[in-house]
């Protein structure tokens, strides 16, 4: 069977991704082919010390596989990225690689597609046709701000766009962890909250505040109030806690899988005078998610 593939980070498989994934698929389903994507784990940045302590994820690498699943791929192949990869010339990787070992005879890319280490900076649809290798470009995809990037969706998740990160990933921001023991001071108010353990240390964290999120546990769905915050109204210490009071349920979920879908951002964190007050404001949060979610 012919193969078409495409290459890169993809991390997020954002609006702008999906048109090289929609162009991949919709050209394999035309020509009875498979299509497959090729992508790398950990990020360049990551391996190649730029600005890597500064780098956040959208997705991890199991997040990433699941949405290129769903968005029809037949085939993801995951190569370890490391400093001898990336020493690799854009012609030897699509000689050795894509034509040598996946035998691809089409490559899509993207509108500005590189291989971003500046070994694999040579525009790479320009090396695919000097190797015989037929290149399909995806056009790109902008709002009224950006062409749409990971880049830019992570900034706009990092300072409360949520709802525009939303629209161009194409489906809601989330993070998904293990439910954690916390101080309690959840129950003693009546608003008891899960608190959560990120699995993926480099996700993006959205920016501290009280969110309405959709909350995945257990098999079931629901909806909740998240804070990511330092929790000034009862602690000094300034340690960042994710936690979501889970409305109209009440079960013991410690250890358990979790995953929150962030949905709109309600407020900033604040610092209450009292106890009393937080747990008034609470209140508030809580109507305004029921209303938000037309629960």
Same mark, same amino acid.
């Given at each position: ?69 769903a968005a029809g791929v037949d085939e993801i192949r995951v190569l370890d990225f ?22 691809? %005879?089409?490559? #899509?890319? !993207?509108? +500005? ?12 649809? $320009?090396? =695919? ?59 003693r108010i009546n608003y008891p909250t899960a608190n959560m353990q990120l ?50 349920? %009440?079960?013991? #979920?410690? !250890?358990? +899988? ?12 604040? $610092?209450? =005078? ?22």
């Open positions: 069977m012919a193969v078409i593939a495409t290459t890169g980070f993809f991390d997020g498989v954002h609006t702008g991704h999906r048109k090289v994934i929609d162009t991949l698929c919709s050209t394999a389903a035309e020509r009875g082919a498979k299509s497959v994507v090729v992508t790398f784990w950990p990020h360049p940045r990551n391996v190649l010390r730029q600005d890597s302590r500064e780098l956040r994820l959208l997705t991890s690498l199991e997040e990433k596989k699941e949405l290129l699943k490391t400093r001898s990869f990336s020493k690799m010339s854009c012609e030897q990787f699509l000689k050795g690689y894509i034509i040598g070992e996946l035998g691809a %005879d089409t490559l #899509i890319v !993207g509108y +500005d597609h590189h291989l971003g280490n500046p070994a694999f900076s040579t525009d790479i649809a $320009k090396v =695919a046709k000097g190797l015989g290798l037929e290149t399909i470009k995806a056009r790109s995809v902008s709002d009224q701000y950006n062409t749409i990037s990971s880049t830019y969706i992570r900034n706009l998740v990092a300072t409360g766009g949520i709802e525009r990160a939303n629209k161009l990933l194409g489906y809601d921001y989330s993070l998904r962890g293990v439910v954690v023991s916390g101080n309690g001071i959840g129950h699995y993926e240390p480099l996700k993006v964290i959205p920016e501290q505040g009280v969110y309405a999120v959709k909350v995945y546990v257990e098999g079931g769905s629901y909806y909740g109030v998240c804070n990511i915050g330092t929790r000034p109204t009862i602690s000094d210490d300034r340690s960042l806690v994710i936690e979501t009071h889970i409305l109209d349920f %009440d079960e013991e #979920i410690y !250890g358990l +899988d979790i995953r929150y879908d962030y949905c709109t951002k309600l407020r900033s964190e604040q $610092k209450f =005078a009292s106890l009393e007050m937080l747990k008034a404001q609470l209140g508030h949060d809580i109507a305004q998610a029921r209303e938000y979610f037309g629960i």
